[in-house]
């Protein structure tokens, strides 16, 4: 998905927001508009190390892991061998002010987001899942040809296109040129700028408010957490609905799924972090459901009334219990990546002895945080397979494999595959029948090492 972000960025005025936190002047050379930016037309500095907390702006930030220096999990190569990749540190904190789990280097968002290569729609559970979500709200909201309903980060049309079939008006607000044109062409339209506090304010003075408002797997993604929040209370209609969808920090320390760091993702949350990061906005948490989409994610139903559910009122007494306000809580999950990257890579030295062939399955972001922070590369495995057309053909970022459709699992019958998209397990593993049958095997490493 990709990224809503603050006012300057929300203008594409991101050598502005450099300016203004780092005190120096960048390049000129990052455009605005429909205009494209590579890394080699931007000047110093192309990251930022961030020392305040992205929501209190406290500066009690306590070390939990670092995975060192790798490189933009999506930036996929377009030509194998040796070359010049961009690395920046990847080191996971823990605000002890607020609770907010975040990295602490900002890479600039145009980067990361402005030609991305993640379409939703190639996930059939995130399809069926946002159908049936939007099937309920179009009932329970009462929405009609009269109503908004609206994503921040939209990607392909993936969710709205749903919501377009049954006659609501729909608003999809995505950065990324090559997926924006996508979406328009399922007849969605879509603003292709960065969402802050300026954009809305611009929405709102033409009378364009959301009935229903989407950011499902962004916020994460968000260097300026408190303009954004902000822009969704100005965008929002005062009886509206913010439904947002988060990887949520429990299951993500409980189950080991620090894969799913990585540089895009800026923050981890907790509900607790969460409701304190809304309130000060004074939009409230009403409902919360949780959901075992990537690793376990959170729903949030979110108003200008507070009126929270027990659900909600449990969930933060149950975090409070837990430990999520203090260090002791995040100190194990270092430990437990230790040791998973000693078991994983065990197995594959032991199988690569014995001459069996390794392929991966899932050119994905977690997928490049965990080979390059592990070090698997050619010398442990020979191939990655993806179901995105966009991404085969190309070669993973760091260890420089070819990306191959998984039909060539059949053609090239390795012995096992590593299950790098383990999100989506269930699905894969039926998709997959031929080859499993065939005698093939899969090593899926999270949330616990095993072979199936």
Known sequence: MALANDRDIGSGRWTAYFERINGKRT??????????????????????????????????????????????????????????????PLDLVFCSDCSLVQITETVNPEILFSDYVYFSSFADTTLKSAESLVARLIKERNLSDSSLAAEIASNDGYLLQFYLKDGVRVLGIEPAQNIATVARKK????????????????????????????????????????????????????????????PYLKPMLEHTEFDTIYHEHLCYFSLTALDKLFRSHKLYINDVEQLSIHGGSLRLFIEKKDQPSNTVKTMLEDEAKSGVKTAAYYEQFSNKVQRLKTELLTLLKDLKSQNKSIAIYGASAKGSTLMNYFGIDKDLVDFVVDRSTVKQGLFTPGNHLAILPPEKLLELKPDYVVLLTWNFVDEILEQQKAYREMGGKFIVPIPELKVV
């Open 27 to 88: 390049s000129n050379s990052i455009l605005q508009g429909n205009d494209k930016m590579s890394i080699a037309e931007t000047s110093k500095p192309l990251s930022k190390t961030e020392t305040a907390c992205r929501i209190c702006m406290g500066s009690n930030l306590n070390p939990i892991l670092s995975l060192g220096k790798t490189p933009l999990a999506n930036s996929l190569l377009k030509k194998e061998g040796p070359q010049d990749e961009n690395r920046f």
């Open 187 to 246: 007849g969605i339209d879509t603003i292709s700028e960065f969402f802050g506090l300026e954009l809305a304010q611009k929405l709102a003075n033409r009378n364009q408010k959301a009935d229903v408002l989407h950011a499902n797997n962004v916020l994460a993604h968000v260097a300026e957490l408190n303009g954004v929040v902000e822009g969704m209370s100005v965008f929002l209609k005062d009886s509206g609905l913010i439904v947002i969808e988060a």
